[in-house]
C-alpha cells in the first residue's frame, strides 16, 4: 500500500473510481497516517480463515519492516457494498486487545422442535485476547435448551486465551412459547330490540286509536 497524498471527498472518489480504499493507519506508537489500499487485496486478505479479525502485515511504500495491523473500523457503500474507507490499527503480537466478535447459534433446541420460538438478545461479544487468538466467533450450543429456558454469558466456556468482558449475566437467548393467534367471535344476542326498529305485532303510539273528541 501506498501513503494518500491527497485528502478530500473528490480525492477519495477519484480513488475508488481507480480500485483502491483510503484509510488510515494508526496505533502503537505510530502517528496517524493516509494510505490507500487496492480494493482486491483488501477483500483477498480478509477473505481469508480469520476474515474480519485477520492479522495483515501493513507495509507501507518503500519501508522494509511490515506494520502487523487488525481492521478496526470500516465503511461500505450501502447501494453497491464496496469499501469506502478502513481503519487499520497496528498491535503488538505479544499484547492482548479489546475487539468485538459476532454470537452464533449452533444447534436446534429442544424448544423449537416443539413449536417453541428462539430469540437472540445479544449478537456481538466484548472479549480480550492476544491479536492471533481473536475467534472469528463465540458458538453459543442451543440444543438442549427448552421452551421457558435462558442462556446467560456465565453458561459458555471460552476459548482458550478469551477473556469475556460483558456482565456474565447478559443475556444471550430465550426460547419462548409458541404464539398463540386469539380470534374474538362476536356473539349475536336474540331477542334484544334495536332502538327505532319496529317490532312485529306492536303497533306504534298513536296509531289505531280513536280520535278524541
Known sequence: MQERPQRGSAANRRLRHEGLVPGVL????????????????????????????????????????????????????????????????????????????????????????????????????????????????????VSELEIGDSLHLSDLKPPEGVIFLDDPEALLVTVAPPARVVEEEVEEVEGEEVEGEEVEGETPAGEGEAPSE
Not at 473500523?73 to 492482548?96: I, N, T
Open 26 to 141: 494508526y496505533g502503537h506508537k505510530l502517528e496517524a497516517r493516509a494510505i490507500v489500499i487496492p480494493e482486491l487485496e483488501l477483500r483477498r486478505a480478509l477473505s481469508g480463515e480469520h476474515g474480519g479479525h485477520a492479522i495483515l502485515d501493513v507495509v507501507v511504500g518503500d519501508e522494509k519492516r511490515p506494520h502487523p495491523s487488525i481492521l478496526k473500523d470500516y465503511q461500505r457503500d450501502p447501494a453497491r457494498g464496496g469499501l469506502l474507507h478502513v481503519d487499520l490499527q497496528v498491535v503488538r503480537l505479544d499484547q492482548a486487545i479489546h475487539t468485538s466478535v459476532a454470537v452464533v447459534l449452533v444447534g436446534e433446541s429442544l424448544g423449537a422442535k416443539a413449536g417453541g420460538v428462539v430469540t437472540p438478545a445479544l449478537r456481538e461479544l466484548s472479549i480480550e485476547a492476544l491479536p492471533a487468538q481473536v475467534p472469528d466467533q463465540i458458538e453459543a450450543d
